[in-house]
């Protein structure tokens, strides 16, 4: 809910509850013919392309919710240094979610057989709870690629049975590029570091993200202009050699261009240093210049 709410269609799970309600799961016969189409219902609904809520309306629904959880917080408001108490507390918190907040092993397999003493051990001494300062500095980042973000910091994958490869018991959750995050400490082993996303806390490798000054930084948190991805997947160039893969909601900062045509601006690391490279932005069905207007048939579009 929470990266519907702050990204793409901030209102659609609220209100998806608010106009549905509970039901019951049953079966229901698949539908292959017009009816499984979004333009079948939006043509067929000509209200649906009034404005529930205005852009200045979602800010107010996203501001209230960042006050009722803890968890969402508005980048913009980081002060530029933390206690290290505070940080301590926050990683305890994500451990707990997969309830490696104690010493007690867990029954779990790593690369198809079972998860060792020594693995967990290491796994939660390389959160490095021990060598945080008194005072931290907030430092700040920007995702270059598709990333995962972990409860540990550990790349390869915990799993409940030796053949599961789908349900990663250490996956917090995926960051897409251009995603800016408040690093707030290091992994023992220095590949990890603990960052606060708009929505989650989690250990984010260092491959997968830039370091910048505040101010660029900011150009990431609140973009004065900036592209949507409307499509379920997309890949975008970066400029530097790689292809991206952006889920839908993603957001990316703009820019203008010499000729006055908008473009991409794409974070790249230089050696862990954030470099932006511009990219001509082409606006289709999959990518959309600022949030789509909040409507009941965007709702169904994006569905």
């Not at 010493?103 to 003493?117: I, R, V």
């Not at 980042?141 to 972990?150: E, Q, W, Y």
Request: net charge negative; aromatic share 8%; charged share 20%.
């Amino acid at each position: 809910m929470t990266v519907i709410l702050k990204r793409l269609l901030p209102t659609v799970f609220l209100l998806a509850v608010l106009l549905t309600g509970t039901v019951l799961a049953e079966a229901s016969p698949e539908i292959t013919d017009a009816r499984a189409t979004a333009v079948y219902w939006t043509q067929r609904n000509p209200q649906g392309d009034t404005v529930f809520l205005t852009p200045s309306q979602v800010e107010a629904t996203n501001e209230s919710l960042r006050r009722r959880n803890d968890t969402l917080t508005d980048l913009s408001t980081m002060p530029e240094s933390v206690s290290g108490a505070e940080v301590q507390e926050r990683i305890e918190k994500v451990q707990a979610i997969g309830d490696f907040d104690t010493a007690s092993q867990p029954d779990l397999y790593k690369n198809g057989s079972a998860l060792t003493a020594y693995s967990y051990s290491f796994a939660r001494k390389n959160c490095n709870i021990a060598a945080l300062p008194e005072t931290v500095t907030v430092r700040y980042g920007v995702v270059t690629r598709r990333a995962n973000l972990r409860l540990l910091p550990e790349a390869a994958g915990w799993f409940e049975s030796a053949g599961d490869v789908h349900y990663d018991t250490l996956q917090a959750t995926a960051l897409d590029p251009a995603e800016p995050v408040a690093v707030l400490g290091d992994s023992y082993d220095k590949k990890f570091a603990f960052v606060r996303t708009r929505f989650y806390d989690g250990w984010l490798a260092k491959s997968d993200f830039a370091e910048t000054d505040r101010t660029t930084w900011d150009g990431f948190v609140h973009p004065t202009d900036f592209a949507v991805v409307t499509a379920n997947k997309t890949t975008i160039a970066n400029g530097a050699g790689e292809s991206l893969l952006f889920q839908m909601g993603a957001k990316i900062p703009l820019a203008a261009g010499a000729n006055g045509a908008k473009v991409l601006l794409m974070p790249v690391s230089d050696n862990g240093a954030l470099k932006i490279v511009k990219r001509p932005a082409a606006f289709d069905d999959t990518l959309h210049e600022g949030f789509l207007p909040c409507t009941e048939n965007n709702f169904v579009r994006q569905g």
